[in-house]
Each structure stands twice: as C-alpha cells, then as structure tokens.
C-alpha cells in the first residue's frame, strides 16, 4: 500500500513511517500542502494521511483536503486527519469537513494498522 503522510515534524513523521513500514506500506512523507500536492500527481497512492497543523505561513489540513478533492486524480482516494486536535467534537467536525477517517496524536497505531489493514483488504477484493 502506498501512503502519503503530510506532517511538518520530522519526528512525528519518522515514528509514523516506521509504524506504517511494519505493515509492508511504502510510506511517502511531505512536509507540506506544496509537496503534497505534487506528490499526489506524481505517485499512485491508496492513502493520504494529513497533519491539519502544517506549520505557520502554510495551508493547514484542512485547506489541503479541499484541494486534494477537486483533484480527479485522487478524488476516490481516502484522506485521514491526524491531528493534535483531541477534543470532544474534534473527531465530528473534521470528518463534516471530508476526511474520511480522525486520529488523534498520539496515534494509536493498533487501530491505524487495522484501519489501513481493512483498507487494503477492501482495494485488493477491487481490483481482482
């Protein structure tokens, strides 16, 4: 499976490629809304993973997803929110904004690996 991690911390981005490397995923991380747009038409990918805090003077998250949409490309392609937003409400209001899936920071990588695990499962009964 390849995946897109859009976060702008370096940390948080190596902890997610390394989690997401045991469950045989190409992990492709872009530090930013800029990067990630170029990436998504250069790379074919079943999933993107968003920070919404991308940093000061960037596109945030959520801004980034509502170009990702008008994008044929990747406009079946689910796109979580991974966010440090964790309070009540949170989880309702990104997924009314069109993610398709919220996790909270510190990601509970049990339930992202049955989540993308699902995913996967779904993609290959697609295409066979």
């Known amino acids: 499976m390849n995946i ?30 800029s990067q990630a747009l170029k990436t998504v038409k250069e ?3 079943d999933l993107i993973l968003v920070d919404i805090n991308l940093g000061l003077n960037q596109m945030d998250g959520c801004e980034l997803l509502q170009r990702f949409r008008k994008l044929d490309i990747i406009k079946n ?7 440090a937003y964790a309070m009540p409400g949170d ?4 997924i009314n904004l069109g993610f398709d899936n919220y996790f909270s920071k510190p990601v509970n990588f049990e339930k992202l690996l049955s989540v993308i695990s699902n995913l996967n ?3 290959s009964k697609k295409t066979s």
């Open 4 to 33: 897109l991690y859009v976060e702008d911390n370096k940390i948080n981005a190596m902890v997610m490629d390394k989690m997401l490397s045991k469950n045989h995923s190409k992990v492709i991380i872009a530090e930013n809304g």
């Open 43 to 45: 790379k074919n990918l």
């Open 77 to 83: 392609t689910p796109v979580f929110a991974v966010t």
């Open 91 to 94: 989880k309702q209001r990104f």
């Open 121 to 123: 499962t779904s993609l």
